[in-house]
Each structure stands twice: as C-alpha cells, then as structure tokens.
C-alpha cells in the first residue's frame, strides 16, 4: 500500500518555514513603516535571524525533498504541472529571498549577526547605491513569494474542498480526507 503523507520531516520542515516566512514577512512590513529607533534595529535584527534560519532549513527541506519522494496523488497531469512549477518556484524564493537580503546587509555595511553570537561575514564590500538596488530586489521577492504562496494556499483548498482529494491531508495530518462528491 503506498504511502499517502508526507513524512514527519518534512511536515514539520514545511509548516516550520512556512510560520517563519509570515512572521519575516509581517515584520519587514511593520519595521520598514518605522522610523529609525532602538525597536526597528531590533526587529531588523529578528527579521535576520528569522531570514538565516528559513534559509538553512530550506536547505534541509530541498536535501530531505530530493532524498524522500513525494507521496503520490490522483489529481490531473496539467494539475501536477501546476504544481510542480509551484514547488520549484518556491524553492528558488526560499533561497533567493535570504540571500538578497543578506547581499543587502552586506552593500549597506551591516553584518547579520545570527542570534547576537554568530557573526556572519559580508559577502560584498561596503556600497550603498548597491545596497539600495539589492533592497528592491529583496522587496520585489518578497511580493512574488507572497503572490505564490497565496496560489499555492488556494490550490490546497480548492483540491481539499472543491475537488475533495487528498492533496491538503497529505501535508496537513489532522485533517482526515473529505469524502467524494458523488457524480
């Protein structure tokens, strides 16, 4: 019989990073309406750390993804291409977005220090201007991460209540699968 959720690992990494990203996310909206204060400084300095950990537990999630197959679903082939797509976006933002924001730091002259203890070098030399552009582009990621998430929400939903398939349950344990509708 096969397998029909995800494994542990990688429901606990998905929802982990998932939580993280709409935390990082509120709080680049919130600190970037502050003006400079001893507060903002320390909501950057958690907006870093937060963007560090999705980061290496992105890492993990691709490194378990690409060891652990994907439990298999009956959902239609451009369905699995739609997703498919998804999920490689999504990668590529779970990586990217970090490490704009980390070549941002660096081109501003602010090295992320990981918890107040593991001081990360810069990978860029010290240049505003460059700095200010890698800002845009971090914002502009952040917008289509969004963009894609919100897609890849309402893709769950309309597969658990529209279609009424596994899709949602596979990544969602304590949802028990919704029964067909009848034709």
Known sequence: MPKTRYTYPAISLHWLIAILILIAFSMGLIMSERSFSPLKLQLISWHKWMGVTVFGLALLRL????????????????????????????????FAVPLTGWLMSSAKGFQTVYFGVLAIPNIIAKNPALGETLAQAH?????????????????????????????????????KPLKKKSS
């Open 139 to 175: 914002a502009l990621l952040n917008w289509i991460m969004a963009g894609i998430v919100v897609l890849h929400f309402l893709g769950a939903l309309k597969h658990h209540f529209l279609d009424r398939n596994d899709v949602l349950t596979r990544m969602l344990p304590i949802l």
């Open 63 to 94: 490194l378990w993804r690409l060891t652990h197959a994907a439990p298999p679903t009956d959902i239609a082939r451009w369905e699995k291409t739609l997703a498919y797509v998804v999920h490689v976006l999504l990668y590529f933002l779970l």
